[in-house]
């Protein structure tokens, strides 16, 4: 993950993330518009194609739960 966080650009280095804003944590140019235009509306998350760095911290664990709370029987 480190190594994501200093990439060579030229004679200096960039992120692969977005470093601050409302985007912060996602991937830079990652932006799927279709998925988006389909499944954001659905979910009510319009960064829903995007990807994003997820740590230690991600609650991405929960997610099955998330699915039985609103009805998904999986």
Sequence with gaps: MK???????GEKTTSLHYKT????GYVKEAFKPWETLFL????????????????Y???????SGFLR???WRL
């Design 3 to 9: 190594a994501l966080k200093a990439l060579p650009l």
């Design 21 to 24: 804003g409302p985007l912060k």
């Design 40 to 55: 954001g509306p659905m979910s009510l998350d319009f960064l829903v194609g995007m990807d994003k760095v997820y740590g």
């Design 57 to 63: 911290g991600s609650d991405a664990g929960k997610f």
């Design 69 to 71: 709370f609103n009805g």
